[in-house]
């Protein structure tokens, strides 16, 4: 398998579940501005979307979307106990979080990554970002991972989002419970694996 990539981009969510569900993967770095990979090959053709993730499988899929793909590793390594069995409530749960995080936070990050969004854009953006992180304060203030006792690839998306507040500057010492999340899912060896690979830890 293949994973195309972007450093600290939203495809170290996929980056970090391959090794957490012990997977064989490869990994190739696109450029996002000039559409290139790293072995000179046009990634628009690859892929037509033009965004990362994208995983190539053994099979010869080219699978987007990153809680698909995450999703997809999961089933593939159901020894690694990352998502639940598929049909069941909660399963249906996971994807409930894993669209949450999609759609309520990682696409509401866009503005402050965007050097032409005004500053109301991101004003409205911060806004819209704080109100989830107020309401994920509570719920992880009462358990560990986002599923209850059962760490799952819900974590490794929300730690990899919430992991830009760095380089947007949003304070997230409101929310200490998040914090402590952010500090107990990035001391995962796997986790530590993924961000010393795209460069991201000495
Ligand atoms: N819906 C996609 C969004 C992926 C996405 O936003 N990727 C960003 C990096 S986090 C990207 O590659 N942006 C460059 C571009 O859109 O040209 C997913 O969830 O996988």
Redesign the pocket.
């Known amino acids: 398998m293949k994973l195309y990539f972007?450093p600290g981009?939203?495809s170290l969510s996929p980056h970090i579940v391959l090794r957490e569900a012990g997977m064989a993967f490869s990994l190739e770095q696109v450029d996002?501005r000039s559409k290139r990979t790293a072995s000179g090959a046009d990634y628009s053709a690859i892929n037509p979307k033009?965004?990362?993730?994208a995983l190539e499988t053994d099979e010869g899929v080219l699978l987007?979307?990153?809680?698909a793909i995450i999703q997809f590793v999961a089933d593939r390594a159901p020894g690694s106990a990352l998502a639940p069995a598929a049909g069941s409530m909660a399963r249906y749960q996971l994807v409930e979080w894993l669209n949450f995080i999609?759609t309520e936070i990682?696409k509401s990050f866009s503005p402050l990554f965007n050097p032409a969004a005004s500053e109301d854009m991101k004003t409205n953006a911060r806004n819209a970002i704080n109100k989830r992180y107020a309401y994920l304060e509570g719920i992880l203030g009462q358990r560990n991972y986002l599923m209850g006792e059962q760490f799952s690839v819900a974590d490794v998306y929300l730690f990899v989002i919430t992991n830009w507040a760095g380089p947007v500057q949003l304070d997230l010492t409101p929310y200490p419970h998040v914090q402590a999340f952010q500090a107990r899912i990035g001391a995962r060896p796997a986790v530590q694996d993924a961000l010393r690979a795209e460069g991201l830890l000495q």
């Open positions: 972007s981009a939203c996002l033009g965004y990362v993730p987007t979307e990153g809680p999609s990682h």
